[in-house]
Nanobody, 127 residues
Framework: QLQLVESGGGLVQPGGSLRLSCAAS????????IGWFRQAPGKEREGVSC?????????NYKDSVKGRFTISRDNAKNKVYLQMNSLKPEDTAIYYC???????????????????WGKGTLVTVSS
């Protein structure tokens, strides 16, 4: 069974940074568009960022994270990263990575169209 595993979450002070990782077993991440989604307490899950497949030349970001978050791939390690800087309390959420065979689905943050999901990693931004 194809699996995605997130890591790198934790507790960080406002203004701090974290780097989340998304790793895959049994399949090559570069064949898929990879998205990061998050769900804050009491809120619906939302799209945060996406990177296209086959080299990842296209990216997309939720407006509120533009200029603070960066998505990238390391194909040698079969991983996708989400570098999060200047974190704010409102970034507190469980962060999920997800894979889609259809880049457009990912770029438009169409959660129902994502093919595989990880179990999430908790990010808490608090002083």
């Amino acid at each position: 069974q194809l699996q995605l595993v997130e890591s790198g979450g934790g507790l960080v002070q406002p203004g701090g940074s974290l780097r989340l990782s998304c790793a895959a077993s049994k399949f090559t991440l570069d064949y898929y568009a990879i998205g990061w989604f998050r769900q804050a307490p009491g809120k619906e899950r939302e799209g945060v960022s996406c990177i296209s497949s086959n080299g990842g030349t296209h990216t997309n970001y939720k407006d509120s994270v533009k200029g603070r978050f960066t998505i990238s791939r390391d194909n040698a390690k079969n991983k996708v990263y989400l570098q999060m800087n200047s974190l704010k309390p409102e970034d507190t959420a469980i962060y999920y990575c997800a894979a889609s065979r259809t880049p457009r689905v990912c770029m438009l943050f169409h959660q129902d169209g994502m093919d595989f999901w990880g179990k999430g990693t908790l990010v808490t931004v608090s002083s």
